[in-house]
C-alpha cells in the first residue's frame, strides 16, 4: 500500500535521510527502530507532506505518487500522523478536536459513526467529551490525538513516539487500544522507543541509523535478535 524509495532529505546542510526506501503493506503494522537522530520522525514527516524531500524520491500510496503532495492532501488520500508531542488543540474541548479530525472531505460521510468508535476504543473521552484538552492528562491528551487523527478515515495511521512521557500503565493502555485499531482493518506505521511492546503488536520492523535503513525483519526475529536485544532492549529482555 505504501512504498517509499530513494528518499534523501536534508535540513540545510544537515542530511536527515539517506536513500531510505521501506513498504507498509494494507492492514500490516510495521515499527521503525532507531536511536534519536535516526531520522525516524523525519520519514514520517516526508510522508505525510509537512517537509519536501530531495528530488529523485518517490512516494507511493494505493499507487499514486503523493511525493510532495501538500499535507492536507495527504490526508484526503488516506494517511493520518499523530506526531511527537500529541499536537492536540488544548484551548478547545475533546469533541471538538474530533470535529476537527472529519474535516477532510474523506472523512465527512460516517462521521458519526467513527465518533462512536473512537469513543468505545477511548472511553474516557466519552466522558469527557465537553472538556478542554489543555486540562487533561498526558495520557489522555494521546488519546485525543490518537482519536482525532482516525476522525479522518485514514487507511494508514502514522504515529510518532507515542507513549513518550506516559506512565508505564498507560502505556500498556494506549498499545492494547492499537491492538484493536490494527484489528479494525488499518495500517500501522509506529516510530516509538518502548521497542518491545512496539514489536508485541508489529508484523515486521525497520532499524535506521543515521538517515538510512540498516535492517529489517519480522517483529518476532527482531525480538530474538541478539544485536537489536542489545542495542534496543537491554536488561529488558
Known amino acids: 500500500m505504501l512504498e517509499v524509495g530513494n528518499l534523501c532529505l536534508h535540513y540545510g546542510r544537515h542530511v ?39 528530488a529523485g524520491a518517490r512516494i507511493t500510496f494505493d499507487g499514486r505518487n503523493i511525493t510532495g503532495t501538500p499535507a492536507h492532501d495527504v490526508v484526503d488520500a488516506g494517511i493520518a500522523l499523530v506526531p511527537e508531542g500529541r499536537g492536540v488543540f488544548g484551548d478547545l474541548t475533546v469533541e471538538e478536536n474530533l470535529a476537527l479530525g472529519a474535516y477532510a472531505r474523506r472523512a465527512r460521510d460516517g462521521a458519526r459513526d467513527r465518533q462512536a468508535f473512537v469513543y468505545e476504543l477511548f472511553p ?87 538517515g538510512r535503513i540498516t535492517g529489517e525483519g519480522t517483529a518476532q526475529a527482531l525480538m530474538n535478535d541478539a544485536a537489536v536485544q542489545r542495542a534496543f532492549l537491554g536488561a529488558a529482555v
Not at 176 to 192: C, N, Q
Not at 199 to 207: H, N, Q
Open 16 to 54: 536527515a535521510l539517506r536513500d531510505l526506501s521501506l513498504q507498509v503493506g494494507r492492514r500490516e503494522t510495521v515499527v521503525i527502530l532507531g536511536a534519536n537522530g535516526a531520522g525516524k520522525s523525519s520519514l514520517l514527516k516526508a510522508i505525510a507532506g509537512l517537509v519536501r524531500p530531495d
Open 124 to 210: 474516557k473521552l466519552r466522558d469527557r467529551m465537553r472538556q478542554y484538552v489543555n486540562t487533561m492528562s498526558g495520557g489522555e491528551q494521546q488519546m485525543v490525538a490518537i482519536g482525532r487523527a482516525l476522525m479522518s478515515k485514514p487507511d494508514l495511521l502514522m504515529l510518532d513516539e507515542p507513549s513518550l512521557g506516559l506512565a508505564p500503565v498507560v502505556v500498556g493502555e494506549l498499545f492494547a487500544s492499537l491492538g484493536r485499531i490494527r484489528e479494525a482493518g488499518l495500517a500501522l506505521l509506529i516510530v516509538e522507543q518502548n521497542v518491545k511492546m512496539s514489536l508485541s503488536i508489529a508484523d515486521r520492523g525497520y532499524l535506521a541509523e543515521a
